[in-house]
Structure formats: C-alpha cells, structure tokens
C-alpha cells in the first residue's frame, strides 16, 4: 500500500458515490486505501459503506465523531492517525479525481515534497448529468466548454509538463487536492482544530506551518493530478471568510507552526 486516500465528507451519500466510483475506476490499482473522514456520525452513511465494502477493490475505512458543528479539522486529524501509509491524499467530497489522479500522486511522491493541485469547477447542468449516467466519459475539454464549466484549463491532462511552466502562487494547498507525507503532517501536530468556520482556513493555515519548517518543496500537479468540482450553491459569506482570516493572522503572529490544537492528543489516545 503506497497511499492513504482521505476523503473529507459531511451528509451527501450521492457525491460519495460518485467519488468512490471514480477511485474504484483509478488506473493505479491495489496501490491505495480509502479513509472517509466524516464531520458526522450518521446512520445514513454508516449503512452506505456496509453495502459498498464489497464492490470495492480497496481497503474503505470510516472515521466519523458527533456532528458539533464544523470540526473537518478533527475529523481529517482522526484520518490521519488511522491511515496505514507514510503518504496521505486529501479530496474533498464534493470533487470527483480523474483516472490517473492517484497513479500521477504515486509517480511524483518524494520524500521533502508537498504535492497540490487545482479543480476544475463543474456547472450545475454537468454535475446533474453525471449523477444521472455515472459515467466519467464525459469528463473531456470539449464537453466542459460547451456545458458551462468554469477553470476548464484544470482539466488538461499533459502530465509531461515542466514546473517551470507552472504556476506557483501562494496559496496552493487546496483540501479537495494535495498530498503529503504523513511525517511532514506529524511534525507541525496536523491540522488546527481552532479553525471551526467553515471555509479554507485551514488549507492557508497548513500552508504556512509547512512552510516554516523550511525543509520542504512545493510542487505544483497541474496537468497530471486533476479533480472536478460537482456544482453546489456556495455556503460561505464575507464574514464567514473574516472570521478564518483573523484566526490566520493571529495564528502567524505567534509563529507557532506546531499547532497547540492539533493531532497529538489524538494519537495519544489510541
């Protein structure tokens, strides 16, 4: 097993559906296990992955705690101490990974990197019609323009691609798309539990407390690690994006980059 793939998931049963089809159909095969990482603790989900244990040709782990609003930090943490591997995927539930998407990871995982990619924003006609088929045929430039999907240039798969000819903003580390050694993970305590609204706080958070340890390289998977973002009407608002910011800046400011909130009370429980 070269991987743990976590997928970070809260109350929709018809996007982890999806999701786990497009990892049953990956063409890196018995390379990578699964670790949904449920912000909830509900019935609804628990009887879903019974009855998909069976179809699945990988290794599908729950990890679920009580619904007390937005701790997705917790729960990632909770999945991190679970996972078997030394290298760790994160998706988000609501994306969809392309059928090279672990084979890309695996190709380019080394020890000192920090792999992140970008998404593909799907429109809500595209999303509807994937639902419906179940089919990632469809999944093709040509299809994305004409059905009004946004970011489409995330979806070219030219994996043979120079860094240097991609971008390298700040801002990288998105949660529907990186990955990192479970080591590196380790070494900054994980994911802070203080960031409980519900944005990418976190993402810029981990961000920089990665980058504090001065050892690491960032490298882009533009044009090889794809995912495809199902439509959803957007939940945050400006204040929401407030609240993450201050917590960010004050977070910088003390320069603590081993979180006082993170994964090793976790890990000393077990």
Not at 113 to 128: A, D, I, N
Not at 191 to 219: H, M, P, V
């Amino acid at each position: 097993m070269q991987a743990s793939v976590v997928i970070s998931y809260y109350k929709n049963i018809a996007n982890l559906e999806i999701l786990l089809l497009a990892l049953k159909n990956q063409s890196s095969k018995n390379t990578f296990e699964v670790i949904i990482s449920e912000d909830d603790d509900a019935l609804e989900t628990k009887n879903f992955i019974n009855q998909q244990q069976h179809l699945l040709p990988f290794s599908l782990i729950h990890v679920s705690q009580s619904d007390e609003g937005f701790r997705k930090c917790k729960a990632l943490n909770r999945a991190i101490a679970a996972s078997s591997t030394d290298f760790i995927l994160f998706i988000d539930g609501d994306c969809v990974p392309h059928k090279h998407f672990v084979k890309q990871y695996l190709l380019e995982k080394k020890p000192g990197r920090v792999l992140y990619g970008r998404r593909v924003m799907l429109s809500e006609r595209f999303s509807s019609a994937l639902f419906i088929n179940k089919s990632f045929a469809g999944l093709t430039i040509f299809n994305l323009l004409l059905k009004g999907c946004k970011r489409v240039e995330e979806g070219l798969y030219l994996p043979f691609v120079p860094q240097r000819f991609k971008q390298k903003n700040k801002g990288r580390l998105l949660g529907c798309n990186m990955g990192i050694f479970k080591k590196d993970l380790l070494s900054i305590n994980g994911f802070d539990e203080d960031y409980i609204f519900a944005r990418n706080g976190e993402d810029s958070d981990i961000e920089w407390r990665l980058e504090a340890l001065k050892n690491l390289t960032f490298y882009s998977m533009k044009f090889s690690a794809i995912v495809y973002h199902l439509y959803h009407v957007e939940r945050n608002t400006p204040e929401i994006d407030h609240k993450n910011n201050l917590i960010l800046e004050n977070k910088i400011t003390q320069n603590n980059f081993f979180c006082t909130n993170g994964i090793q009370k976790i890990i000393s429980n077990l």
